[in-house]
């Protein structure tokens, strides 16, 4: 089989999250149990919460390992990434074992985790070393008009599924919170949801802002002040450590390695960064940092953001 002719596997592409990361599609275009207002494929056009076979096992699974067995050293993680919700499809706890029985590669999915309410599902994931969960509302109001949900969804469940799945989960859980501004950026309901994050104990926590166009165009960005805020919101509840904004280029370490401007801007796109704690950083490899900083700021790479009487640098995003 050559690469053109593969269904069902797509990249690598490289993910900030997972290093090079082989998709794997296994339900067709928009098939997913919600129609979130985000989405960067459109309005969810099969909306189901039916699990059940859109592929045949043996074909998913040995578009993988061809592709694995031609380009091994290229692929970090086999991620179940799908154009709607990977656990629609009833195989995948039959697909993620043989993956890993046949591929010397990690496996991650990351879903919606609105079927989690269901224990076949929940065991479907057990084999899998990475898995992903959508948590962006947890009040039913908003979760109706953020996910637009299908009408058999009940958020209880759904949140005593991802709970219990916590619990049992030896692999390393991390959850995804996608912020859209004025729908789900109030403090006080975010205080609550990085309250029942931190409940779960993830390995790594990501913030999502949309970057690509939503399908609904009144979809927006938080501003980078609110984006701040609500950072170090999480930070505080859940470990500076823990906290990561996603949509955004890799970040790399906390030393300036490369290029140390886009060292800065790749940096301050998933951190932002405290001014003085950059000058720090950058005095070693930039001859006067301080102008190194305006300079971005003027060509507006960068915005200089004021927060709780200290200066951050974040990286400015457009839609
Ligand atoms: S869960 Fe994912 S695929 Fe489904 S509508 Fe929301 S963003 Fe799109």
Known sequence: MSVSTFKHVFGPVRSRRLGRSLGVNNVPYKTCTYSCIYCQLGRTTNLTVERRTFYSLESTVSEVSEFIGSV???VDYVT????????????????????KNRVPKPVAVLTNASLLFREDAREDLLNADFVSVKIDVLKEGTWKIVNRPHPDLKLTDILEGVEEFAKIFKGKLTTETMLVNDFNTNLDELRVI?????????WKVYVAIPVRPPAEAYVKPPTP???VEIYALF????????????NLPEPPEFYVYGDPENWLLNLVSVHPMRLSHALIVLEKTVKDPESFIRR????????????AGEEFIVRRFSR
Do not use: M, Q, T
Not at 194 to 202: C, D, M, Q, V, Y
Not at 296 to 305: D, M, N, T
């Open 194 to 202: 990085a309250s029942f994050i931190r409940s779960l104990n993830p």
């Open 72 to 74: 091994s050293e290229d």
């Open 80 to 99: 179940f990434v799908p154009d709607g919700e990977p656990l629609l499809d009833i195989n995948i706890g039959r697909e993620i074992f043989e993956i």
């Open 235 to 246: 930070s505080d509840k859940l470990g500076e450590d823990r906290v990561e904004l996603l």
């Open 225 to 227: 002040e609110k984006l």
């Open 296 to 307: 971005l700021a003027e060509r507006c790479e960068i915005s200089l953001v004021n927060f």
